[in-house]
């Protein structure tokens, strides 16, 4: 079955250090996101991608945050300058079509700022 | 603005009776989509069922039912039969039309089967 993955796992870093978490989406799918889930919370939307550019994005994706889809199959986060409140799991998804379709999540990469 | 309310953080239940998650939620379209999703201490998140406002009929996926009830804006999960597979925290999902496709989470509700 397709699945979404994601690497690493877990990642520590060092503050105001700038880190890439990579996804790759299922082959076929269109509709690229990112979510982050800060430990014991809710799990919370960043980013959307769409052809290529950003479709949406929330107010924690400020200018620290990018997204790129640099060779068509991974799809990656950048952070530039890590924070200590950055540290979060975070969840990439895809899903086939924006609407009436499920997004697939990948295992998450857990993100730890020291 | 989309909102989702789960009021309910733990719940307990003896293995192999029925439990029932509440879900409220607030959103100004007229069409959407509502999902559960799992996420086991592994904290992958894994689909459970998935309701299209849309449609009266209530989702159903194995031991997993949904009651929908979209004039009260409620979206329950009941689950028959609990496994002890089944203890996760689940979150209640929401999702928009075109321009609000994102997905707006509950704080989920922790949900522990006993033996």
């Known amino acids: 079955e397709p699945e979404v993955t994601q690497t690493p796992s877990h990642q520590v870093t060092q503050m105001g250090q700038e880190v890439i978490l990579r996804c790759v989406p299922i082959?076929?799918?269109?509709?690229f996101y990112w979510y982050r889930q800060i430990l014991g919370q809710k799990v919370e939307f960043l980013v959307s991608?769409?052809?290529?550019?950003?479709?949406?994005k929330s107010e924690i994706f400020d200018d620290q945050f990018s997204v790129e889809r640099p060779d068509g199959s991974n799809f990656t986060l950048k952070i530039r300058s890590t924070k200590l409140e950055d540290s979060a799991m975070y969840f990439c998804?895809?899903?086939?079509?924006?609407?009436?379709?499920?997004?697939?999540f990948g295992q998450g990469t857990r993100l730890t700022v020291v | 603005a989309q909102t989702v309310t789960q009021s309910q953080p733990e719940m307990s239940v003896q293995e192999a009776e029925t439990v029932t998650l509440s879900c409220t939620y607030d959103?100004?379209?007229?069409?959407?989509?509502l999902f559960w999703y799992k996420q086991p201490p592994s904290r992958q998140m894994i689909l459970v069922i998935r309701?299209?406002?849309?449609?009266?009929q209530n989702a159903t996926e194995n031991r997993f039912s949904v009651n929908f009830q979209k004039a009260a804006k409620s979206f329950s999960l009941k689950i028959s039969d609990s496994q002890l597979g089944d203890t996760a925290m689940y979150f209640c999902?929401?999702?928009?039309?075109?321009?609000?496709?994102?997905?707006?989470f509950g704080t989920g509700t922790r949900l522990t089967i006993i033996p």
């Open positions: 998804a895809s899903s086939e079509a924006a609407l009436n379709t499920e997004a697939f």
């Open positions: 082959s076929n799918h269109l509709y």
């Open positions: 991608f769409y052809n290529n550019e950003i479709s949406e």
């Open positions: 959103t100004s379209e007229n069409n959407y989509y």
């Open positions: 309701q299209e406002a849309y449609k009266q």
């Open positions: 999902a929401l999702r928009g039309n075109f321009g609000n496709e994102k997905l707006t």
